[in-house]
């Protein structure tokens, strides 16, 4: 079965500061999704990696896929309170293209002003 | 907007009821995957549908039940509702079993 890690699970930060939030697995996955989650919304895509050690940039996040295609890294530059939500990451299994999304608890993010 | 529907936006009912939540996918896409959230389970995969057919299955209780209509809609269908199955529920529409999901707004069940 696979599983992705989130870590932290929580976290509280002040306008302006830096961070980095991590999603990790033991397994392969064909590619990684990152969603942000606002209270009582629906999780809203933000991207998608595929090739191991892929750089996306968007805005304010940049988004890193492990060489191995193991884990993925958020990193958020100069936070802003609606930076706010929870950040889900979910990963595909190499080999099933009808396997279901795998998805980790979550990172909440708290950007006070 | 993600382009995705799910009605109601909230449901209140006692525990032994029986409720419909429904959802409609975005124009064109023939997956849609039913999600359960809690705040300690986290967003767990129910079931998957693709062009009215069964594709694959999580954690979905037998109490629990959904189906996929021609026109693509879909509706999960909770009995023998329990204090436990208070959760949000979240239905995501894709092109195929292996493109990116989006997500509808939820369904917030609550069961007293």
């Known amino acids: 079965t696979q599983l992705l890690e989130q870590s932290p699970q929580f976290l509280s930060i002040q306008e302006g500061e830096n961070l980095t939030v991590y999603c990790n697995s033991s397994s392969v996955f064909s590619s990684l999704q990152w969603y942000r989650q606002e209270p009582g919304e629906g999780p809203v895509l933000l991207v998608t990696v595929v090739t191991g050690g892929e750089v996306k940039k968007l805005k304010r996040l940049t988004f890193q896929f492990g060489d191995a295609r193991k884990d993925s890294s958020l990193h958020i530059t100069a936070a802003q309170p609606g930076d706010t939500g929870l950040y889900l990451c979910a990963g595909k299994d190499p080999l099933s293209e009808n396997t279901p999304l795998v998805f980790g608890k979550g990172t909440r993010l708290s950007v006070i002003a | ?112």
């Open chain 2, 1 to 112: 907007d993600s382009g995705v529907t799910q009605t109601p936006k909230h449901l209140i009912t006692a525990t032994g009821q029986r409720v419909t939540l429904r959802c409609s996918p975005r124009s064109g896409d023939l997956s849609v995957y039913w999600y359960q959230q809690s705040l300690d389970q986290g967003l767990q995969f129910l079931i998957q549908y693709y062009n009215g057919e069964e594709r694959a299955k999580g954690n979905i209780l037998e109490r629990f039940s959904a189906q996929q209509f021609p026109d693509l809609h879909s509706e999960l269908n909770l009995s023998s509702l329990e204090l436990g199955d208070s959760a949000l529920y979240f239905c995501a529409s894709a092109r195929t079993s292996y493109n990116e999901q989006f997500f509808g707004p939820g369904t917030r069940l609550t069961v007293l």
